[in-house]
């Protein structure tokens, strides 16, 4: 509705008598009003047509990590301005400002917490913050998140989000793809498994390394999953792009997803995988 529209016939403000704010959202895909009560119960799902809403990091932390298992590392750890962005939309600003928002340092949590009993290390990356864009904190500890749990002779789950590489730090940003690589592939040797689990949308440098390496790459439903955005590829290739381009069925179909995982069978799937992984690891 444009803002004349809302100013000549009052239409928000009534609205907003009607709804008050936080209690009720509408779902993207099918225009119902969920209770944002029902909604938190239903793991941010829409009860009527399973759309999937982005989830922040301590809701996720909550669903895979045993109650109170989880210990947070480098939770403090902040970015430099190496490339001194300055002016108004200074990198310094941003950083400050989605740290006000969001009460955190940068766009990935990660730890130490139990799945039904069992050590695993643990990330969340977390869209709100910079649209969990990989700088040298985020590939940083990512890079810890990995090296701890192949000490500590613990698998790694991690759950992927991300707009991709954070321009503001040029080439320490992509320096990062080759750093969790690297580390992964040292986890990988000692036999320990990982899974990332990729949500909407998980793109460009993340998805180029870490997010694609899993043993098990499982997605969540309709998640946009790419290295170049549908406009740049089809500019370039100068061809009409399939229904359902860079969605995670689509990529299941292709082979490049294992498994399209609904939320709610998200953490019994993990639990199976990794029992059978560490089994295999170590026969009884
Ligand atoms: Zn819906």
Redesign the pocket.
Known sequence: MSSFFARRFGFNRSRKKDIPGGLWSK??????M?YQEDLIKNLQV??????HFPMGREQRIAMFCDPESFVEWDAAMVSEDPLEFTGTDSYVAKLKKNQEKTGYADAVSIGKGTLEGMPIGFGAMDFSFMAASMGSVVGEKITRLIENSTEEDMPVVLVCASGGARMYEGMLSLMQLAKTSGALARHAEKGLPYIPILTHPTTAGVMASFATLGDVIVAEPQALIGFAGPRVIKETTLQDLPEGFQRSEFLQDKGLIDQVVPRAELRPLIVDLLQAFMAARNPA
């Open positions: 779902c993207p895909s099918c225009a119902e969920l829409c009860a009527s047509c399973g759309h």
